[in-house]
């Protein structure tokens, strides 16, 4: 695990549109330049050499690998090809385990952020077929072996989290990827013709890079669809795919993977047990890969199955003697951390986290997020974040991971991901019921009850989450392409999540286009004819929210983010692609449930039943409730008094890209009248000043 930083100096492309930042960066003259850095508080760095630029670059990420650092410059006479990493030590705590990588004869060199598994396996393997000589016993190393035998096909064959940066001398080939479901981040932009990656956008600000707002994202939310991100010319290499640059000229990028469902109409073959006992071992199996490091694992847990499971699974593997916590010689007991909110909320969680640790007889820590050290945080966890997110959850996760290392561990497992593949969302029931089942008829609904369930679920959805009700007019979206009629059910009620701020009128000259036609038509034609004919509309469902909210939001600003920001890796069973594989490929009647008795449906049916033997009944039965914070707070508080602090018409102003005159009454009337979507928008115009005040940020024009 780290976090890794490139530079390619490119041949001339001044006629590339992506090349936004043309600021002279005085690297082939040896003079030196000031790059403003905003971590917590101001300071400068002054910057000159690559190798400068690189340790600079590598500083503003230090909470990814505050272990070591290293880095790599090329010698050919060619000045601007670097790759740096900063190393959190989980696998070969040795110096045999530092960063970049190459292979025997210097053509190779490679830096991985992540965590890949199986890897014992494949050194094995790729020993026995090509005789290659590693020289430790780190995880990573197998990237460049496995690339030296397969090319760039080795993607393949990496099973776990990673991004990663390779270099290939011979070829003159730059390579860069990103795993399967986007767990780990890596973004790119291009400055004054220097490709520049890094796993955090802060990571460019010692190259020359000057953040600008990319407006037209903020305002179609194209950050949350797509690879753009908020700033300007900044975009994020996509889950499954890599981007390759031959000659220091033209990239591209390629897809290595895509999740695939069945066709709706093949009828299943298999018994339902079958299916059980499938994700039941496919699920431990992801579980026991991830328990493996030579440096303490925990668990994050919260009062859902999903987590719950993890851990009890855990606890069967310690138990039954089929993996040991701890490295070099010690014996770690299984520990679980969460977080708590006030009781009185309606979003506390820790007392059913304590009945399952209680239960499974492990340790369970938590870290208390009142309204003080949410508001004393806030700041904080937004830099690390580099993005919005729609309450204050992000904050509570932040100092979950800083309890988690302050305990002495370095990796957790979460259940991240299970929703998405299993059909936790109360939302996404709307896609199941848009069609009949035919692949189980036995487990599929009566026709006239799912057609009117279908009519009834389609309305404008009630408040199926606590404290997130959702307003009939966010969702007249009224005339539209037919590409809209596409987008999944759930996208439509899920659009009051990201209440939109009141944009200057300026802005209006950019163009504004409903979200959900940017989202399916940013899909490609191929995967759209098959949800039209041969994909069930819950598996279609899958598939977008896999490529935009997972990526995009969940796994960024509640899990990567917000745990590498105290140092601490984050692993995601659910997201292991033989599973995602195994899962993908079952009925959607064994994801969601029909029970003729009561009537009703049952969300991620058939991961309760895997997981039966390693939960509570308390757990088995209850339903989903997402992980969210509170979202009324009193006037004079402390939540009230940052929001009023950091949005005033100065710092709006400082933005440029929001309408004061309808701003200006928002703070003190949404603390007034308590309701829920107006303070979601406070706190979304609170990130934007934070971000723009750290980063730097230059005010929007037009």
Not at 11 to 37: A, K
Not at 86 to 108: H, K, M, V, Y
Not at 312 to 320: F, I, V
Request: charged share 25%.
């Amino acid at each position: 695990m780290c976090g890794i930083t490139a530079h390619l100096a490119l041949t001339n492309r001044h006629d590339n549109p992506q090349s936004v930042n043309h600021q002279p960066s005085n690297l082939h003259d040896g003079r030196t330049g000031d790059t403003e850095m905003r971590n917590g508080q101001p300071s400068k760095h002054v910057v000159g050499s690559l190798r400068d630029q690189v340790d600079h670059s590598l500083d503003t990420i230090r909470h990814r690998g505050p272990d070591s650092h290293g880095c790599w410059i090329s010698d050919d006479g060619r000045v601007g090809k670097a790759l740096g990493s900063c190393r959190l030590q989980i696998n070969d705590l040795t110096p045999s385990g530092n960063q970049p990588f190459e292979n025997a004869d210097g053509t190779i060199h490679v830096v991985v952020n992540g965590e890949l598994y199986d890897y014992q396996q494949i050194r094995e393997d790729i020993a026995h077929k090509t005789g290659y000589s590693f020289k430790g016993t780190s995880d990573c190393e197998i990237v460049v072996a496995l690339y030296e035998y397969y090319g760039v096909a080795c993607l393949s064959h990496l099973r776990g989290e990673f991004s990663l940066c390779l270099y290939d001398s011979k070829k003159q080939m730059f390579l860069a990827s990103r795993d399967r479901s986007g767990v780990k981040p890596l973004f790119w932009t291009v400055v004054d013709n220097r490709l520049l990656i890094a796993s955090e956008a802060k990571a460019f600000l010692p190259y020359g890079w000057k953040p600008q707002w990319d407006v037209e994202s903020l305002m179609n939310r194209d950050w949350l669809t797509e690879e753009r991100t908020i700033f300007k010319g900044v975009r994020k290499v996509r889950p499954g795919h890599c981007m390759i640059c031959l000659g220091f000229d033209q990239f591209k990028e390629r897809q290595y993977w895509d999740h695939t469902y069945p066709d709706k109409n093949r009828v299943e073959p298999r018994s339902v047990q079958e299916m059980v006992e499938g994700v039941r071992s496919k699920l431990l199996e992801a579980v026991r890969v991830r328990l493996q490091a030579d440096v303490p694992v925990g668990i994050h847990l919260s009062g859902g199955i999903d987590s719950s499971v993890i851990a009890g699974m855990a606890k069967h593997l310690l138990d039954t003697n089929q993996i040991q916590l701890g490295g070099q010689g010690t014996i770690q007991k299984l520990q679980c951390l969460g977080v708590a909110f006030d009781k009185g909320s309606g979003f506390d969680e820790s007392d059913l986290a304590q009945r399952t640790s209680d239960w499974l007889g492990v340790d369970f820590q938590m870290v208390e997020m009142n309204e003080s050290k949410l508001a004393a945080n806030f700041e904080d966890a937004v830099w690390y974040d580099e993005q919005t997110h729609i309450d204050l959850a992000f904050v509570g996760k932040h100092m979950l991971s800083k309890l988690t290392r302050d305990t002495g561990l370095k990796t957790v497992l979460s259940g991240q991901g299970s929703d998405e593949i299993f059909g936790g969302y109360p939302l996404i029931q709307a896609d199941y019921l848009r069609e009949q089942d035919h692949s189980l008829p036995i487990a599929a609904p009566p026709e006239q009850w799912r057609a009117d369930a279908e009519k009834n679920v389609a309305e404008p959805a009630p408040a199926a989450w606590a404290g997130m009700p959702f307003d009939a007019d966010y969702l007249d979206i009224g005339r539209a392409p037919y590409s809209m009629n596409e987008a999944p059910n759930w996208f439509k009620p899920l659009r009051i999540l990201f209440s939109p701020v009141d944009f200057a009128p300026w802005t209006q000259s950019l163009g504004q286009r409903p979200t959900a036609v940017t989202l399916m038509e940013d899909i490609s034609e191929s995967v759209r004819q098959l949800m039209r004919h041969m994909w069930h509309p819950l598996h279609s469902a899958f598939y977008v929210w896999h490529k935009t909210v997972l990526p995009n939001m969940l796994l960024t600003t509640l899990s990567d983010r917000t745990e590498m920001s105290h140092s601490v890796e984050g692993r995601v069973p659910f997201l292991d692609h033989p599973l995602m594989e195994y899962v993908n490929h079952l009925p959607p009647s064994v994801k969601i449930r029909y029970d003729p008795t009561s009537g009703t449906l049952t969300e991620k049916w058939i991961l309760r039943e895997a997981s039966k033997p390693f939960i509570t009944q308390e757990i088995y039965e209850r339903k989903k409730h997402p992980y969210t914070a509170p979202v009324k707070y009193p006037i004079g508080g402390p939540i009230h008094q940052l929001m009023t602090r950091l949005i005033t018409k100065e710092t709006i102003d400082e933005l440029g890209f929001i309408d004061w005159s309808k701003t200006q009454d928002l703070v003190q009337k949404s603390f007034e009248e308590q309701e829920p979507n107006l303070l979601r928008k406070v706190f979304t115009l609170a990130q934007y000043v934070v971000l723009g005040q750290r980063f730097g940020v230059k005010t929007a024009r037009p």
